[in-house]
């Protein structure tokens, strides 16, 4: 969330910065509004009991005690009212997006994102390429309609070298992590809490996009970025502990309510998909370095893979909820004549950790800061295994496993 004492002192600046993401900016006046209502409440009662603490003090009278009850009625009742307006508040703050970072692009869709690199060769063929999902039926390694049967639609069932080259994957992304990058591996609960939720950013809003369960408190994890971030939730770290550095493997599940069309074909948008994560807590002055270097490791899988791709840096109108300035790195696939999303690397800054209470001394005398969160897919699995099925296709109906891979695959170099 914002500095609430940012939005109290210049709304007009949070309101310019949120209209170039697109944002309705009448949510910060109402904010504004709800808040000074709470505060001047919070202050007459805060008067009132100080009142009623000043006549505990002397020899009651009868009139006194009558006086003492009639306060106490009054601040039961104003009590109330105040936790219904700080509720308000603090729902309206939560709703309330990140602003854009300064060096952000300005735009008003994708079509203003900016390519910022681009790596290797798009493959030429003889032929003409055939699309992941009908290269995985061919060769029954992806299994549709037996998903469908088990789940519904937008679920998948891996088979034999399928399901071994995504193992494959999955291994091969935390080791190139753990072993050439530092990151300290974690293996999270897939379900988590609201205030993990809320901490992310996923709670409130995107409610909708999340699978939540019937009993209890829990939801789904749409990523493992709400896992690693909330592991410090509530915490004091020390500067020196920074930056750390997490990395997960989990499935990750997604309503995806408002997709359609193309990406609800084959595995590039499931309900249930695999990610390897990469998340970073930093210290403020640092994270726009750090932001570099962990998508310089999200790069470092595709390189090893020699899958060609492109960096783009997302313009403010099509970052995220809870980013300040981010990079997505997109895949090229040859079915579709085109890059694709494959990962998004993102800098929050400190909107993460205010929500989640993530703080930090710089010193044992000194007063907390709140740190700044990372994070960048490391890559979206299936979407990886689409673009090597795509890429790496022969003439004869098979695909090559990149060298990167064949030893996690046992030595199978084609299938």
Not at 225 to 236: A, S
Not at 346 to 375: C, M, W, Y
Not at 379 to 398: D, M
Request: contains cysteine; charged residues 30%.
């Amino acid at each position: 969330m914002l500095d609430p004492r940012l939005l109290r002192e210049d709304p007009a600046f949070i309101k310019k910065a949120l209209s170039t993401r697109g944002q309705d900016v009448q949510i910060v006046d109402d904010y504004v509004v709800a808040d000074l209502e709470w505060r001047e409440l919070s202050k007459t009662v805060d008067d009132l009991k100080n009142q009623r603490n000043q006549s505990s003090k002397v020899k009651p009278s009868p009139e006194v005690i009558l006086e003492m009850k009639a306060l106490s009625a009054k601040i039961k009742e104003l009590d109330e009212e105040l936790k219904v307006k700080e509720e308000k508040t603090r729902g309206l703050h939560l709703l309330i997006p990140n602003i854009p970072a300064e060096d952000t692009p300005i735009g008003s869709s994708e079509a203003d994102n900016k390519v910022i690199r681009t790596w290797g060769k798009v493959p030429e063929f003889s032929f003409k390429p055939k699309e992941h999902d009908e290269i995985g039926t061919t060769l029954d390694i992806l299994d549709f309609p037996r998903g469908a049967k088990l789940s519904g639609a937008r679920f998948v069932v891996y088979k034999g070298s399928g399901a071994r080259l995504e193992r494959a994957l999955i291994n091969f992304m935390l080791d190139v992590q753990t072993k050439q990058h530092g990151y300290l591996e974690i293996m999270p609960p897939l379900l988590v809490n609201s205030d993990s939720m809320t901490g992310t950013g996923q709670l409130p809003k995107f409610a909708a996009d999340l699978f939540s369960c019937k009993t209890g408190d829990y939801w789904l994890i749409p990523t493992a970025e709400v896992p690693l971030t909330n592991l410090h939730r509530d915490e004091i770290l020390k500067a020196e502990q920074l930056p750390i550095k997490y990395t997960a493997y989990t499935p990750c599940f997604r309503s995806e309510a408002g997709s359609y069309g193309k990406d609800t074909k084959g595995i590039i948008r499931q309900h249930q998909f695999n990610k390897v994560e990469i998340v970073k807590f930093s210290l403020p002055e640092n994270s726009d370095e750090e932001l570099e270097s962990l998508t310089n490791n999200a790069e470092k899988i595709l390189q090893l893979l020699e899958l060609p791709y492109r960096v783009v840096q997302l313009c403010s109108a099509d970052i995220g909820f809870s980013s300040a300035k981010t990079y997505d790195l997109e895949v090229w696939l040859p079915s579709q004549n085109c890059y694709r999303e494959i990962s998004s690397c993102s800098n929050f800054k400190d909107f993460q950790a205010r929500r989640a209470g993530i703080r930090f001394r710089r010193t044992a005398e000194s007063k907390p800061e709140f740190v700044h969160t990372l994070n960048g897919s490391g890559l979206a699995v299936g979407r990886t295994f689409a673009a090597i099925l795509e890429n790496c296709q022969t003439a004869e109906g098979k695909v090559k496993i990149p060298k990167a891979l064949i030893e996690y695959m046992g030595g199978v170099q084609e299938i």
